[in-house]
């Protein structure tokens, strides 16, 4: 997350993550799923401007337009404003520039939440502890508690118990990934729903999980191998999408260290040696594909506040 002043204002570069690692627990009775994942942020981003009003207003536009309440952005702001006393009279103005593929596995929508939370308690000096901020962020979704720590973490439970990796990743090299972003949306809810449904009634993990069987230390250096790789939810969207089957059987041909759908889909991506390849990759695949957006990435560090 990179946050700047503006004039009399902020402006916000909030990242998009992918998923390493991801391991999905059986269905719970409240309808949740446990994971266990290792989130990356990468050096794809959103723009957010904030610019208070005097007028005590709310106001929320995405690319000139006005956007909707439902809208985390707007909920994030709405949020703060109900909970901190301070920040009930306050104003704002939000303008939100998508870069970020919604529908895409990449966390735009619950980094942009992230941001404004971040943002409006800089704005408007608000003294909000960690632990709220998390707290709120959880009541907005289960990525959004890491994008207020960001750089490479290991997420459990519901996402909200984040153990940064930030000291093993951040002094190293990044690591360079190729992402290509079809025009597909696909809904997590039913993502989720096919993988139920793949496993049957009854269904337990049981035993323990890859992550518990590496040190932190190693963690950076294991990935740069291709090792630790994993996503659960592949077989079932795969199952559901062919041409993203196809795509990801497309992509492993193309020399890549490893490949791997991100989140539940639908960006699938690339790990690359370093910086050059994945530029010359990516420039490769944007004239290629025409039903899809590539963009050559890495991976980006934790926030330093």
């Known amino acids: 997350m990179k946050i700047e002043s503006t004039d009399g204002g902020l402006r916000v570069h909030a990242p998009a993550k992918i998923n390493v690692f991801l391991e999905i627990a059986e269905r719970r009775p409240d309808g949740f799923h446990d994971i266990d994942s290792l989130f990356q942020a990468v050096s794809l981003y959103d723009e957010l401007e904030f610019t208070p009003l005097e007028s005590g207003e709310l106001q929320f536009e995405e690319a000139g337009i006005e956007a909707g309440t439902d809208n985390l ?146 963690m950076r250096s294991a990935l740069a191998q291709g090792e630790l790789f994993f996503n659960r939810f592949e077989s079932a969207v795969y199952g559901l999408f062919r041409p993203l089957r196809e795509l990801h059987e497309r992509l492993c041909s193309r020399g890549f260290v490893r490949v791997l759908l991100s989140g539940s889909g639908s960006t699938i991506y690339g790990l690359c040696r370093d910086r050059r390849e994945a530029e010359i990759v990516s420039e490769k695949l944007s004239g290629e594909l025409d039903d899809a957006e590539v963009y050559a990435v890495s991976s980006v560090p934790a926030w330093s506040g």
């Open 73 to 218: 952005v707007w909920r994030a702001a709405d949020l703060v404003r109900r909970n901190v006393p301070a920040a009930a009279q306050k104003g704002v103005r939000i303008q939100l520039a998508k870069r970020i593929p919604a529908g895409a596995g990449l966390g735009g929508g619950s980094s942009d939440a992230a941001a404004t939370l971040l943002a409006l308690t800089r704005l408007w000096s608000l003294d909000v502890p960690a632990p709220s901020l998390a707290e709120w962020a959880l009541q907005l979704g289960s990525d959004v508690p890491f994008f207020l720590v960001g750089g490479t973490a290991r997420c459990r439970g519901q996402g909200e118990q984040i153990e940064s990796l930030a000291e093993h990743f951040d002094a190293a090299e990044p690591l360079h990934y190729v992402l290509v972003c079809p025009h597909i949306s696909i809904s997590t809810g039913g993502a989720y729903e096919s993988l139920d449904a793949s496993r049957g009634p009854g269904f337990t993990l049981t035993g323990p999980s890859p992550l518990d069987s590496i040190s932190p230390g190693t």
